[in-house]
Structures are given as structure tokens and as C-alpha cells.
């Protein structure tokens, strides 16, 4: 016999503890037996439920498709309010939209293939359905027609992933108008998910600016969801190093914002530190009994909320620290060209064949499209860290010139306040990881003559963050 659900598979294992209970045998009804049982209901016949993620534009190119096939125009020339109403519409509908003989690119058939597989199988295989770069309510619902189209019969919980800087300020306003929407309210029984996104948005804003709009989209959408009798699962797409929203798993889930987690949270755990994580059994006991104690943690003793003086900083000093960033990154001439020689080589080739193919693509794309991993990870390689720490120390300058007593406020900041403390703690250790030294090696070997000064003035300037950053956290500084 073939079991393709968890309560064909549980029926004779249960008929099997009931029949040895009636026989007095409960002490081994109660051994194995049970044990397996328990497995069986936790993990299901697959074991572990797997995410579907797909990014929001190939969504709208099928969408785009779709509207063009039935000649009512292109999707992806209307507005966002066009798009609600005709997504809606069909949601609220029943009339397939397209046939077999809809056209079809490559991408395309990935996408809804895709949703194909997720139909065929048993619905117990799939967890969530994240959108990648997700921007707008239309993308969610756009998802959420697609599934109906390709005839999932138990449709995923569709979980919208902010990234970039601009995307998390506008999750918010973006989940309020979900909620609003009444087919929506009764799709979601009351519960939803949201994915915030740290890689990403530390390499569109710096870590300084993306931690701290992290923080506040956090808070705010805990609100939105509670305005609307919502509950509200965060789900942090973390990655394994600093620049990837990295670190300590028990300080990162007691310096997020009061009343965000209420006792559950996701949290993803990156290729590079599985291992450490998970390579050995009693390694697993142990990662689940920290973010289990740090969750309990923070429910029963959460971190206080900041006062109205540092916010007002905070937003001051990730301002700054934005514009320090954006403007070394994606509006200094020189950096694209400096980036490409010192990380793009035999060398960084060599080492970095996980990720060649992206890598590879760099020559051939703009800089933005470069994805988080390679970006972190190669900085990383020439000991520099330049994605961790790059912003901070203008933001620091500008906000003790300005003012002195800026700086005693941030030293009782990173006494009394857990997220301040942890964000400045991680970037401490990253200075002590880095080697400028090697960063300049890399520079004697690579970089062309005229790009050497410029390899020096990002070495000064690390220089200069790293004495800004001690001179918060130490009363002397030395």
C-alpha cells in the first residue's frame, strides 16, 4: 500500500497503539511506538515542509502575458489601483483565465510550472510561498491567482518579502491594504506572515541604515496587523555573516523590537553556518534551546522600547549613513571599476566557485543586480568588511560635531538599549576580524595605478570608523 497523506500513514500506527493499550501492553505502546507517532504528526511523510520562492517581477511578466493573450492590454504598464481591481476581480471569479495555448517564454514556464508541481503533490510537502522582492499588494495577489489558476487545491500561505530600504517603509501601507481588502481578510483566517529581507537592504542602504529601518518596520507592521485583528508571524531572511543581518542568534532575537514576537518567529539559517548549526545532533539540541530560550526571553522580559530622543537620532544617524553609503557605492565613479578589479579575478574566481555563475554575471549586468552573497562574501576574502561597517563612522562625525552631547547619548543608548549595544557590538567584532593590511595587498597585486588613491581613502576611512566607534562604546578613549 502507497500513503501519500500523514493520516493514511497514522491510522494503522494508531490502530497499532490502541490494540497494544487494550491489551495491557501500555508501557510498550508508550515506548517506540509513541515516539515515532510524534515524529510522524510533527514532520509529516516529508520530514521538513519546503518554501517556494520566486521573485516578484516573473510574476508580473506572466501576469503581463496573460492580460496580452486575452487582448485587454499589458498588466505591467497599469497602475497599482488597475491592477488590485483586475486581480480581484478574478479572484472573485471562476472563469479559467487562459488555456493550454497561452504563449509561453522560458521564464515563464518555469513560474507556472511551478505552481504545476505544487498541485500534483500532497499539500503537506509545501510550506510558505515567498515573494521575492516584493513591493506592492498586487504582487501578493497576483500570487495568489496564479495558484488558483495552476489548480492548487490547498492554495500556500503567500508571504511577501521587503528588501530594499524604500520596499520595508512601504510594508506597512502595503499590509494594511491587504488586510482591508474583505476577499483577502477571509483568505488569511486571521493569521499572516511577513519576510524582511537583511542581506539585501544592507547592500541598497549599509547595515547601519538597514538595521534600524528594520526595526521600525518591524514595529510598525505589528500595529498595522494588530489595527486589523491580524496575527502577525516575522519571519527574518537573516544570513550567516554581520553584513547579511548575522550574529549571535540569542542576542539578534532579544534586541528586536517589544511585542514583535509574542512567541513565534522564522528565522532562516544560511548555507555557510548549517554546519555549525545542525552538523551534529546535540549541535541541533543546542540551536533549538537558544532561540527557544531567547524567545521565551523576550516575551517574559522584553527589551525596553526607545525613547522619543533616540529615535530621533537613530533616524538622524541612518540618514547620514545612507548618504555616506549610497555615495561611495553607486555614485562614485571610481568604485565599480576598483570593486571589479579587486574582487573579480583568478583569484576571487577560484575561491568563490559557489558562486561563479553570479560572480560571472557581474562583467555583463550593472552593479545592482549583483546579488547580497557575492557582494558580503568577497569583501570578506580581501579582510576589509567595507559592506559592514561603511556609513557609520560619517554618521558618528556628523552627529558629535553637530552636537556634543550627541555623543554621551549614544554611549547611555549602548548602555540601555539591546538593539543599539548589539549593532554596535557586531560591527566592534568585524573591525576586530578585519585586516586593512591584506585589503592593501590586494590593492598592490590588482588595482590599476590611478585606483590606488582610492583604495587608500577607504582605508583611511576605516581607519576613522573604527576610533569613532570605540570612542561611543568606551568612557576613554585610547
Known amino acids: 500500500m502507497t500513503f501519500t ?10 490502530l497499532c497503539y490502541r490494540s497494544l493499550c487494550a491489551c495491557g501492553d501500555r508501557p510498550i505502546a508508550d515506548g517506540s511506538l509513541l515516539d515515532f507517532l510524534r515524529q510522524v504528526s510533527t514532520f509529516g511523510l516529508s520530514l521538513v515542509r519546503l518554501d517556494i520562492r520566486q521573485e516578484s517581477d516573473r510574476h508580473t511578466d506572466v501576469i503581463d502575458s496573460i492580460t496580452k493573450y ?12 488597475q491592477r488590485q481591481e483586475w486581480l480581484l ?3 472573485k471569479g471562476k472563469r479559467p483565465l487562459f488555456g493550454a495555448d497561452l504563449p509561453k517564454t522560458e521564464e515563464m ?31 501578493v495577489l497576483a500570487v495568489e491567482l496564479l495558484q488558483r489558476e495552476c489548480q492548487v487545491k490547498s492554495p500556500l500561505r503567500v508571504v511577501p518579502l521587503f528588501e530594499k530600504l524604500a520596499d520595508l517603509k512601504a510594508a506597512p501601507a502595503v499590509m494594511a491594504r491587504l488586510f482591508s481588502i474583505n476577499w483577502y481578510k477571509s483568505r488569511i483566517n486571521g493569521k499572516h506572515e511577513v519576510m524582511i529581507g537583511y542581506s539585501d537592504s544592507g547592500k541598497d542602504a549599509g547595515r547601519f541604515s538597514a538595521a534600524w529601518q528594520l526595526y521600525k518596520a518591524q514595529e510598525e507592521l505589528m500595529l498595522t496587523a494588530k489595527q486589523f485583528g491580524v496575527t502577525l508571524t516575522m519571519f527574518h531572511g537573516r544570513g550567516g555573516t554581520v553584513g547579511r543581518g548575522g550574529g549571535p542568534a540569542h542576542l539578534a532575537i532579544l534586541s ?28 541541533c539540541f543546542r540551536t533549538l534551546q537558544r532561540f527557544t530560550a531567547a524567545t521565551l526571553e523576550h516575551g517574559m522580559h522584553p527589551p525596553i522600547s526607545p525613547k522619543p530622543e533616540w529615535r530621533a537620532l537613530m533616524d538622524e544617524l541612518a540618514d547620514i549613513a545612507t548618504n555616506e553609503y549610497r555615495s561611495i557605492v553607486f555614485q562614485e565613479p571610481r568604485f565599480v571599476e576598483y570593486f571589479r578589479l579587486v574582487i573579480i579575478s583568478e583569484l576571487s574566481l577560484y575561491i568563490f566557485f559557489f558562486h561563479f555563475s553570479r560572480l560571472y554575471a557581474f562583467y555583463c549586468v550593472p552593479f545592482e543586480s549583483l546579488r547580497a552573497i557575492p557582494w558580503i562574501f568577497s569583501w570578506t576574502q580581501t579582510r576589509f568588511h567595507l559592506p559592514v561597517w561603511l556609513g557609520f563612522g560619517a554618521a558618528f562625525k556628523h552627529a558629535i560635531e ?55 581613502q577607504l582605508r583611511a576611512n576605516y581607519e576613522e570608523t573604527k576610533n569613532l566607534l570605540l570612542l561611543v562604546i568606551y568612557l576613554k578613549h585610547t
Do not use: C
Request: aromatic content about 10%; hydrophobic content about 40%; proline content about 6%.
Open 70 to 81: 486575452l487582448e485587454i492590454g499589458s498588466y505591467r504598464s497599469w497602475s497599482e489601483q
Open 89 to 91: 476581480a478574478q479572484l
Open 5 to 14: 497523506t500523514v493520516e493514511q500513514f497514522l491510522e494503522p500506527l494508531e
Open 109 to 139: 514556464s518555469d513560474v507556472l510550472d511551478t505552481f504545476r508541481v505544487i498541485s500534483e503533490l500532497p499539500s503537506d510537502n509545501f510550506g510558505a510561498y515567498i515573494i521575492s522582492m516584493a513591493t506592492s499588494p498586487s504582487d
Open 402 to 456: 553637530r552636537d556634543s552631547k550627541n555623543l554621551e547619548m549614544m554611549r547611555v543608548m549602548y548602555n540601555e538599549w539591546p538593539f543599539f549595544r548589539v549593532t554596535i557590538d557586531l560591527v566592534e567584532m568585524v573591525f576586530a576580524k578585519g585586516n586593512p593590511g591584506i585589503a592593501e595587498l590586494y590593492d598592490k597585486l590588482l588595482v590599476s595605478p590611478e585606483l590606488l588613491p582610492f583604495g587608500e
Open 256 to 283: 528586536q523590537p517589544p511585542d514583535t514576537i509574542h512567541g513565534s518567529l522564522r528565522v532562516t539559517v544560511q548555507g555557510e553556518v548549517i554546519e555549525q548549526s545542525f552538523g551534529e545532533g546535540n549541535l
